[in-house]
């Protein structure tokens, strides 16, 4: 059985929620203002590109990839 492209959204979905609560957690923000930080970053667009195989990874490893580049982005600044 293969898993139906809505599967697959579905559960790249969930995948960057848990990864945003987890930041949230981290950042003592909003889950809300974690999932826009996250949907608006580099790690975000790869999440979303399927053929990058990303959200295999899961949430844990998302949250860690999305803080490295937060951590980049602020000593380039």
Do not use: F, H
Request: negative net charge; proline residues 1%; charged residues 20%.
């Amino acid at each position: 059985m293969t898993a139906s492209r809505q599967m697959i959204e579905s559960a790249i979905d969930l995948t960057a929620v848990m990864a945003a609560e987890q930041i949230a957690a981290y950042e003592q923000t909003s889950t809300a203002q974690a999932l826009l930080g996250l949907l608006s970053s580099n790690v975000g667009a790869q999440l979303y590109d399927d053929s990058l195989k990303l959200w295999w990874d899961g949430p844990s490893a998302i949250a860690e990839a999305y803080q490295v580049e937060q951590r980049k982005a602020c000593i380039e600044r």
